[in-house]
C-alpha cells in the first residue's frame, strides 16, 4: 500500500470531517434566535427585570449569550478537549455520558445483526451461486424482490404483532428496567438476549438477504474468470475451488458492503429502536429531537457521523490491501 495514497484519503476523511462538523452546529441554529428559550422559566410572579436577569444567567450556563460564530469558536474548543458539552437536560448532564450510557445497547442490536447478516449472508450467497438456477438460488432472487418491497420498520411490525402479541414467544416492548437492572449474570444476560430477539430478526432479514444477493453476484463472476477455468481443468477438488480461489477473489464487493454496514451500525436502528422501545441512540436522538436539546443532538450526530468516517476510511483502506489496483487506478 502506497503511503501517499493513504495521506491522501486520511486528508480527505479529515476536511469531510471538518464539513459535517460545520454543517452539524450551524444546521440546528437556522431560524433560531435563542437556542435556550424555551428553557427559561415562566415568569410568574417575577418583574420584567428579575425575569431578564434570569434569562441572562440561563443563557450564559449555556454559552449562548455571545454571537453565533464565537459559540463556534467555543465549540472547536471544546471538541478539542473531547468535550461534547452540556445537554439541556435537568440536571445539565454532560452530552458524552448520556451517549456513553445508551450506545452499547444500541451495539448489543447492530453488532448482534451485522454478525448473523453476514455469516449467514454470506453462506447463503455462496451456496446459491454454486447451486445456480436451482432452487436455492431461485429462492434468494424471490426472498431479495420480496425484502425490496418490505422495509425493516414494516417487518418489525409484523413481527412484534405475531411473535410478540399473538402467540407470545418473545416481549413485544423490551423491558424498561432491563438497562437498570443489567448487571453482568447469566440471568441479566438472559432477559437482554429475550428482548433483543425480535428487534435482531427485524433488521437482520433484510441484511442476510442483501449479503447473500452481493456474494451470490460476486462468486457468479468470480467463477467465470479463466483461473478458475484453469483450477477446474488441473482437476481440483469443488471445495478447494470456492473456498480458496473463488471466495478469496469475490471478497471485495463483500467487503465494500460490510464498510457500508459498519458505518451505519450505530445509527440505523432509530426507528427499530422507537418500534421496540430500546433504550440506544436512536431513542436518545428522538428524546432530544422533541425537547429541542440542541447541545445533545449536535453531540449525537457528531458521533455518528465521525464513526461513519472512519469506517469508509478503513474500508477503503482495507480495499486497497486485498486488491492494490486500487492505488495504481487512483494514480492514473
Known amino acids: 500500500m502506497k503511503k501517499s495514497f493513504v495521506i491522501k484519503r486520511i486528508l480527505y476523511a479529515v476536511f469531510i470531517f471538518f464539513v459535517v462538523l460545520t454543517l452539524n452546529f450551524f444546521i440546528p441554529r437556522i431560524g433560531i434566535d435563542d437556542p435556550a428559550e424555551r428553557y427559561y422559566p415562566p415568569q410568574g410572579g417575577m418583574s420584567d427585570i428579575e425575569y431578564e436577569i434570569i434569562k441572562q444567567i440561563t443563557r450564559e450556563q449555556y454559552g449562548f449569550h455571545v454571537s453565533t460564530w464565537q459559540q463556534y469558536l467555543n465549540y472547536l474548543e471544546d471538541l478539542s478537549q473531547f468535550n461534547l458539552g452540556v445537554s439541556l437536560r435537568s440536571g445539565s448532564p454532560r452530552v458524552s455520558a448520556l451517549i456513553g450510557e445508551r450506545l452499547p445497547w444500541t451495539l448489543v442490536l447492530s453488532v448482534t445483526t451485522l454478525i448473523i447478516s453476514l455469516f449467514i449472508g454470506v453462506l447463503i450467497?455462496?451456496?446459491?451461486?454454486?447451486?445456480?438456477?436451482?432452487?436455492?438460488?431461485?429462492?434468494?432472487?424471490?426472498?431479495?424482490?420480496?425484502?425490496?418491497?418490505?422495509?425493516?420498520?414494516?417487518?418489525?411490525?409484523?413481527?412484534?404483532?405475531y411473535l410478540g402479541f399473538e402467540l407470545e414467544l418473545f416481549p413485544a416492548y423490551t423491558n424498561p428496567n432491563m438497562v437498570a437492572q443489567f448487571d453482568w449474570s447469566w440471568e441479566a444476560i438472559r432477559v437482554v438476549a429475550n428482548n433483543a430477539?425480535?428487534?435482531?430478526?427485524?433488521?437482520?432479514i433484510g441484511g442476510i438477504v442483501g449479503y447473500g444477493q452481493n456474494t451470490r453476484n460476486s462468486v457468479i463472476a468470480v467463477t467465470n474468470e479463466d483461473f478458475i477455468l484453469t483450477a477446474r481443468a488441473k482437476g481440483l477438488k469443488q471445495n478447494t475451488i470456492l473456498y480458496k480461489h473463488t471466495l478469496r477473489n469475490a471478497?471485495?464487493?463483500?467487503?465494500?458492503?460490510?464498510?457500508?454496514?459498519?458505518?451505519?451500525?450505530?445509527?440505523?436502528?432509530?426507528?427499530?429502536e422507537q418500534i421496540f422501545n430500546?433504550?440506544?441512540?436512536?431513542?436518545l436522538f428522538l428524546e432530544a429531537n422533541s425537547t429541542g436539546d440542541?447541545?445533545?443532538m449536535m453531540g449525537i450526530m457528531l458521533f455518528l457521523s465521525t464513526f461513519a468516517i472512519i469506517a469508509n476510511l478503513v474500508t477503503e483502506l482495507f480495499y486497497v490491501v486485498l486488491d492494490p489496483r486500487v492505488t495504481v487506478g487512483e494514480k492514473r
Open 197 to 204: 430477539a425480535l428487534p435482531v430478526i427485524s433488521m437482520a
Open 125 to 161: 450467497g455462496t451456496v446459491a451461486a454454486w447451486k445456480r438456477g436451482r432452487w436455492q438460488d431461485t429462492l434468494l432472487l424471490n426472498a431479495s424482490t420480496i425484502s425490496v418491497a418490505l422495509p425493516a420498520f414494516f417487518i418489525a411490525l409484523m413481527l412484534s404483532f
Open 278 to 283: 430500546w433504550s440506544g441512540m436512536g431513542t
Open 251 to 272: 471478497m471485495l464487493p463483500i467487503v465494500t458492503s460490510l464498510g457500508m454496514s459498519i458505518s451505519g451500525l450505530i445509527g440505523g436502528a432509530i426507528i427499530i
Open 294 to 296: 440542541y447541545p445533545l
